[in-house]
């Protein structure tokens, strides 16, 4: 199995991360707590999902060195601005009771609340912020989420720096292919977010059959697939059990299955999430 990723950027990444999206304060920290005494070392958030700072103190409390842990969160998705970006960063760096971050994202190209709306300058001015972030030692890799290529070019173009991530909806039925090979081609690693459809997807009859033909869960077999894919998933729980059976992932997907699970395709289609 792979335990790490490298970044076009030269650092390491864990190849799997816990998220943490819709998890209230409560139930991140638990979470959070449960992760990492289980294995992870790879902790997803979020400025928008308001659990930053239970995140930061499940962290502390584990009594894990913090070198031993890599954290991602995000910009929020209406901040379009250099001096913006700069100022909210500091508010994770503070929420997260850390003096720097592993991965920082552009959480979308857009507003959540006007999807779709160009904001090629505004992401331009946060991607220089965060670079600079990065100069400081603020920031150790930076990269989007959410961005399609045509939201990328800009962001290299302007500044000659090639975002370390795109993290984007990702699952089987639903693997955005187009921005997956773009990436692909230019050195960007996918991480998949909701690579369980947030549930949905295990409803699904041909996933169930090779999950049971392989001995492994439902779940196992979908985080699985992403990493046999070549992207970093971020499976989502708060249940302790399956939290720690979300890592185990010492099995291969043979290529004939593999093949089946590639023809799953116009699974839930909706293009975004938060």
């Known amino acids: ?100 971050i592993d991965l920082y994202l552009i959480h979308a190209p857009w507003p959540w609340s006007n999807v779709g709306v160009d904001c090629t300058e505004g992401n331009i001015e946060a991607w220089k912020a965060m670079l600079d972030l990065k100069k400081e030692g603020k920031l150790r890799s930076v990269g989007v989420s959410n961005f399609r290529g045509s939201d990328i070019e800009p962001l290299i173009k302007a500044t000659g720096e090639t975002p370390a991530v795109n993290q984007i909806r990702f699952f089987i039925g639903n693997t955005q292919e187009p921005v ?60 302790p059990s399956r939290i720690a059976d979300n890592i185990k992932l010492d099995f291969e997907i043979p290529a004939e299955d593999m093949k089946i699970l590639n023809g799953i395709t116009g699974l839930f289609p909706r293009p975004y999430r938060s």
Do not use: F
């Open 1 to 100: 199995m792979i335990d790490k990723y490298l970044l076009n950027d030269g650092n390491e990444i864990p190849a799997v991360g816990l998220g943490t999206w819709q998890s209230p304060k409560a139930d991140a920290y638990t979470a959070v707590r449960a992760a990492i005494d289980c294995g992870y070392t790879h902790i997803d958030t979020a400025y928008a999902y308001d659990n930053e700072d239970a995140v930061g103190q499940a962290v502390k409390d584990s009594g894990v060195g913090r070198g031993k842990i890599y954290i991602t969160t995000k910009l929020p998705s209406d901040i379009k601005t250099y001096k913006g970006a700069k100022e909210y960063c500091e508010k994770s760096l503070k929420a997260l009771s850390t003096d720097y």
């Open 180 to 239: 997956y090979e773009y990436c692909k081609k230019n050195g960007i690693l996918v991480e998949a977010y909701s690579p369980l459809a947030t549930g949905k997807i295990l409803e699904i009859k041909e996933i169930g059959e090779i999950a049971q033909k392989l001995g492994v869960s439902l779940a196992q077999l979908c985080i699985k697939y992403c990493l046999q894919r070549g992207t970093l998933p971020l499976p989502k729980s708060v249940t």
